[in-house]
């Protein structure tokens, strides 16, 4: 994520009330975003959601689908950093 996306990112949950922004006292160049306690909500509503999304996808496939879809998707990441993060995910099965 680019620092512009991160800083719009960051930008758009201040405005719905669900995250507050603050320079660092140790790096002026660094911002930190906090949860407010809107968006820990939020946060937990779109994990539970998330969650019960990948329950339905797995009832549905087999694992060795979801295996080999997880291994399309891993290939499919072009940035090398996020194939790094993606590589440190525990596979599914």
Not at 11 to 38: E, I, K
Not at 39 to 68: F, K, W
């Amino acid at each position: 994520m680019t620092r512009q996306a991160a800083r719009k990112a960051a930008d758009g949950l201040q405005l719905r009330g669900f995250a507050t922004t603050r320079r660092d006292p140790h790096g002026s160049r660094q911002l930190n975003v906090a949860l407010t306690a809107a968006g820990q909500d939020y946060a937990r509503a779109i994990i539970t959601v998330i969650g019960e999304l990948n329950r339905e996808v797995a009832r549905r496939v087999e694992p060795a689908q979801l295996v080999a879809a997880d291994s399309v998707l891993r290939a499919a990441l072009f940035d090398a950093s996020t194939r790094q993060r993606a590589a440190r995910l525990p596979r599914p099965g």
